[in-house]
Each structure stands twice: as C-alpha cells, then as structure tokens.
C-alpha cells in the first residue's frame, strides 16, 4: 500500500476524535460547506460500521435535506445534531473563530469569506471539532482581529457545547472550557512541541511527552481509498482526485 | 401565465432593489445575473440566501452592487470570490454580515407575518455589534435569565431562482430544494428562469406538488436553458468546476473579469473584438 497522505492521516485523527468514548455520542454529525477531510472522516467513522447519520449540506445526488440549509439550521435548534466540523481563517487560543477577514469591520485587511453558520452551529451543537489544514502564527493567533463565532460564553447564555478539539496539519489539541484553553494531545509526525510552539501564536498547556499522532491502520487506508472515496467522488472530484488517485467516472 | 424574456424579467428589476438569490447549491438564476450585468443594473442590493456565490461575485464585478447582506461570499472549491474580495478591500461596496440561520429566519418572520423572529446562539459574535436591527432581548416565557436574539422580518423586493420547470399557470418546479418556497413566500415579486414548460398542472400531480411553488407567488417567469449554469441544478446537470475555476482565475484583477464577462456575458469573443479593434 502506497505512502500515508497527510489528509488521510488527518481523516482518521478526526475519526477517532468522532469516536471518541468519553465525549457525548455521535449519532448523527452534519459537513457543511468545502470540507473534504471532515467528510471523508465521517464517512471512515460510519464505513468502519459504526452506526452513525451523515448529513452532507453540499451532497448533490440524494442530499438529505428537502428544505436546503435551512432545514440543517432547525435541526441542530431541535438538538438533532450531535457534531459539527468548523474552520477559521483565524483560531484563537480560546477557541473564539474568526470568519470575517484581519482589520477594519467587515475585512479591510483581509477578508475571509464570512461567517457562515457558525455564530448559530457553535453554541446549539453539542460537539464542535475544529479543523485547519494551515498552521501557522497567521492563522492561530493569540486573540482573533474579530469573533465570528466564540468559543466559551458566559453562563446565562443558552449553550449545548463548544470545541472537542482544534486539529491541523501538524497536530491535535484538545480543548478545555472550564480553562478556555488548549492541550497538545498529539503531534504529527516530524512535528515536536518546540516546532509547534514556534507555529502557534497562542499559548497552549502539553504533557511532558507529547505523543505521536498515530497514522492511520491498513484497515483504516483501504476503506478510505476505496468506500470513502466512492462516497466523496461527486462532491469533491479534485480532492478524491488529488488524495486518492481517483479520477471521476462520468 | 405568458412566459416572458430573459432580458425584460432584468429589465423589471430597478436599480437599487433589495435582490434575494439563493446559494450555488440551490438554484439561483444566473441567467438572470448575467441579463442584469447586460442591462447595467446599478445600485443592487443583493441578499444571500444565506450565501452568495458565483452570480453575486459576477454582478458585483460588474458594477452592478452597492451592499451585499450575507453569511459568506465564496466559490466553493474555486476559493474566494475575487471580485467581492477586491470590492470589500476597495470599500467600494458596503457588507452586512450575517449568519445563516438568521437570514432563514428573517424571511421566515416575512411569510409568516410576524414583524420578528428569536434564534438561539449568535450572543458573542462580533455580527451582533454591527446589526443595530438585531437585538437581545430576555426571553419572556422565562423567569431565569435567558437573553435570546431576535432579528426583524425581511422582505426582499425581488427574489431570482431558477426553476427546473414551469407549467402553463406559472407555477414552478423546484423538486427538493423548498427551501426556495420561503423565499417565495417572503419576497414581494419572485422572477424565475426554467429550463423548459410543460404541459399541464404541477400542482394536480401529487408526486410533483410537494416540490412545486404555486403561481400565487410567481410573479413572471422566461425560459432560459442552462438557466443555473456554471451551477448544477437538481439531477438535470452538474456544476461545472473548470468553468468557475477559469473564472476565478480571470477575475483575479480587474482586466481579466472584463475580459471574462465580454466573452461570457456578452457573447463577444475576443478573436472577434481583436477584429473590430
């Protein structure tokens, strides 16, 4: 079997953060929009049998949603849904996600798309596993330029949950909100706490021995290049493409 | 209903209109996009629902956009909106953020009546402090402290979809995507492009009822083939991402998106204004 790529060993970190035993359970977990790794984590976690609901926003053939974002939107105020992936283009270190763009409201600096749904998702989701690819001072800042979504709230403020955990391309935090702050957890491969520390703008807690983040198991590489990516050829072609060597059947 | 053209559905549309489309997944009209960047539409005021995507980047690098309201601007795979990121950095257009359940629910305020409307979360995002029309208010059916937003109902002037199709009443087929049902239902004129009509009553046929919006709410409709296009609609075609690519790419500066629209807008290739020039 062909070298681990990097995006197939952040699908099964994501898929044991899914999975993982103590955090409240995952029956049914929503991927919105461009999220390729989160979704192809998903489908690992539900392809290695565990009973677990998909709902993929930007499915095309058999989306599961008959009233569009909307209805994905009313199902999370039910409670309905039990995990949501989230992204920045800045994460601070207490976990606050900014969507919006570096200097002057709305972006004058640099814009980032926008909020999206994560100022409502956030606080109405009982997990949140925050996922960026780039780690870099740039993107993990000590205080975001502004808060698209926060990561703690104070107490009157009606809540389910916030971040399980922030991974990126060179590790796993765990996040705690009682401290508002992260814990290393794991380091990828070639990474160590000084080469993370060095990329990270915000002050993190790690254990004395930061562990490796483990690579995915042969068992874990053959469904994700075989029935995951069947799963993910329609809506990503170019990642399915790029990751997995596939190219779409027309 | 009389079907109507393409080019007099943008030409009912004033400048400076609150105009609502849908996201890339769910069936805006870009058609009718590029039929108003032909007929120099200014001062538009576009409404995400609750995104904006391809048609918005188009109309705003056209000239054609005075504010947006949305939750986010973006290409999907393509990467950002260039033409919306070069305006915001300009200050050429004003932005007001929002997020994604609060649009849904400000339209859903307008159809049903209701002059507001609460929703949960939001409260400590950075949104709420550039919305002066959204508020915090205690939760009356509470006795513990409950603060909860409440956003006011929003009505658009006009809502732009692309349909899959339409029958001879005007009513329209939008299969599962429903959510355009309440944008119907909020929006004070609805204009839709279709693929085709057909023959008959979308509303007798109780398979098709479910996925179809009753003429009450259709003001006009025109034909107009591959209406959605770069953007897939339903299972009748896909999104076409070489296209969108090729266009992020042009649109990166100001000359490219030019160059871009005279070719793709206005049907002029560049072999043939070579020519002419």
């Known amino acids: ?250 | 209903m009389t079907p109507s053209s393409l080019e007099a559905l943008a030409a009912s549309v004033p400048d400076g209109a609150l105009l609502a489309l849908p996201p890339d997944n769910s069936l805006p009209s870009v058609a009718l996009a590029k039929a108003l960047v032909r007929r120099g539409a200014r001062g538009l005021r576009l409404l995400g629902v609750p995104v904006s995507g391809f048609a918005t980047d188009l109309l705003i690098g056209a000239g054609c956009v005075a504010e947006v309201e949305t939750s986010a601007v973006s290409l999907g795979e393509a990467g950002f909106a260039p033409r919306f990121s070069a305006a915001v950095r300009a200050g050429s257009i004003t932005v007001r953020d929002a997020t994604c359940p609060a649009i849904h629910t400000m339209l859903q305020a307008a159809e049903k009546g209701v002059p507001f409307m609460p929703l949960r979360g939001v409260i400590g995002s950075d949104i709420l402090a550039h919305r002066p029309d959204w508020r915090v208010v205690q939760n009356p059916m509470s006795v513990a402290p409950d603060p909860i937003l409440v956003v006011p109902a929003l009505h658009p002037d006009v809502a732009a979809i692309h349909a899959v199709m339409a029958d001879k009443e005007g009513n329209l087929w939008v299969g599962r995507r429903r959510e355009c049902a309440t944008l119907a239902h909020a929006a004070r004129r609805l204009l839709a492009t279709v693929e085709r009509v057909v023959p008959g009553n979308l509303l007798e046929d109780e398979r098709l009822a479910a996925g179809t919006i009753s003429a009450t709410y259709v003001e006009a409709f025109a034909v107009a083939e591959r209406g959605a296009h770069p953007v897939a609609l339903l299972d009748e075609y896909g999104f076409d991402a070489a296209y969108v690519a090729a266009y992020a790419r042009a649109a990166r500066t100001e000359e490219g998106f030019r160059a871009w629209a005279e070719e793709h807008v206005f049907g002029r290739a560049a072999s043939a204004r070579a020519a002419a020039e």
Request: charge should be negative; proline fraction near 10%.
């Open chain 1, 1 to 250: 079997m062909s070298a681990v790529q990097p995006e197939e060993r952040l699908a099964a970190a994501l898929a044991r953060l899914i999975l993982d035993p103590s955090a409240p359970p995952a029956r049914h977990i929503a991927v919105g929009a461009a999220s390729p790794i989160p979704a192809a984590a998903c489908w690992l976690a539900a392809k290695s049998g565990h009973p677990v609901r998909l709902s993929l926003l930007h499915k095309r053939s058999g989306n599961p949603f008959t009233e569009g974002s909307r209805e994905l939107f009313d199902l999370t105020g039910q409670g309905r849904i039990d995990l949501f992936f989230l992204g920045g283009g800045q994460i601070d270190g207490q976990a606050n996600i900014n969507l919006i763009g570096t200097g002057e409201w709305p972006g004058a600096g640099v814009r980032f798309p926008g909020s999206f749904g994560s100022a409502f998702m956030y606080l109405m989701t009982p997990r949140t596993i925050l996922f960026r690819e780039e780690h870099s001072p740039r993107v993990l800042v000590p205080r975001v330029a502004h808060v698209s979504a926060p990561g703690v709230s104070p107490p009157e403020v009606f809540r389910r949950g916030t971040a399980q955990a922030l991974v990126t391309g060179r590790c796993v935090f765990r996040f705690d909100p009682a401290l508002a702050r992260f814990m290393l957890e794991s380091a990828h491969p070639g990474e160590s706490l000084a080469s993370i520390r060095a990329e990270t703008g915000f002050d993190f807690d790690a254990p004395a021995e930061v562990p490796v983040t483990p690579d995915p198991t042969s068992a874990e590489l053959a469904l994700l290049r075989g029935p995951v990516c069947d799963e993910m050829l329609e809506t990503y072609p170019e990642f399915c493409g790029r990751v997995f060597s596939r190219a779409e059947v027309a």
